[in-house]
């Protein structure tokens, strides 16, 4: 038994211990035992949960409305790492002021940034999106279809990346990416990013951007991106998706073409 002194004693650190982490706590709360309680009690996935949410509270055919809904949902109901809507502005302008006529995107999840990405398309453009996780990659094809973006425009490929993107010229006839983004396991952010250097596809001008650089974090990816000399970096200041006071930022790699 800790005698009451001891506990007193070590009061005051503990406080300030749950004050400093408190984010961190929420965090961990909301997208591991909200998360654990929901699969006990409805027996299907968190996915699908968010899935089903949508089904019944958006409109068909709108990705505005999808996204809102889904928005709505991570925040207040259980939580999803889309990318969300703040940091989902910074994606939104660099594709306004880009206008990529062949994306990627690494890590899918449910598509909520497929369908963020998809929405901001030139015409004629074509997204290709790659998920590993077979039962991610179901739900996503179906908020992707629901938000009304056919196979021409986003491509769903349900494999890991460092098996897609050696292939993508072959398999896929991509000649060029024009921009890339990157949201599945960071530890594969720098091996994916030397892949497709080696690649070819990308030309000079073609923007890589790659979220959650602080928040994980990706230092191995930014110590290469800042020191290879093949990109011009800007990291892009911002907070975790959904949680407030968690330091999150998004990096923006410019290719600068290869020496
Ligand atoms: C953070 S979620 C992506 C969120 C999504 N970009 C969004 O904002 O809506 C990461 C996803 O990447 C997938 N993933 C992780 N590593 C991968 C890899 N090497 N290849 C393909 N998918 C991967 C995971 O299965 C997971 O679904
Ligand atoms: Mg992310």
New binding site residues.
Partial sequence: MVSPAIALAFLPMILTLIIRYRYYFVLFYRAVLVRWVQDCLTGISREERAFQYILTHATPGNPDSILDT?DYWCSKVEF?????PKK?LILDRLLKETCPLTVL????????????IARSLPVGARLY?????QR??QV?EKIIRLAGFDDDTVELIV??????IPRLREDYGVERLDFV?M???KR?YLP?LQLLEGSGLLGEGSIILA??VIFPGAPNFLRHARRSGLYELRVHRATL?YIRGIRDGMAELVFLGLK
Avoid: K
């Avoid at 999803?80 to 969300?84: D, H, R, T, V």
């Avoid at 995107?105 to 963020?116: K, M, P, Q």
């Avoid at 494999?159 to 897609?164: A, K």
């Fill in positions: 889904f999803i790492s889309n990318i969300g989902g995107e690494l890590g899918t999840h449910c598509g909520y940034s497929a369908v963020r999106s790659v998920e590993m996780d991610n990659a996503a494999q890991p990346s460092d098996e897609v983004f949201d599945h396991w594969c994916d979220d959650n998706e």
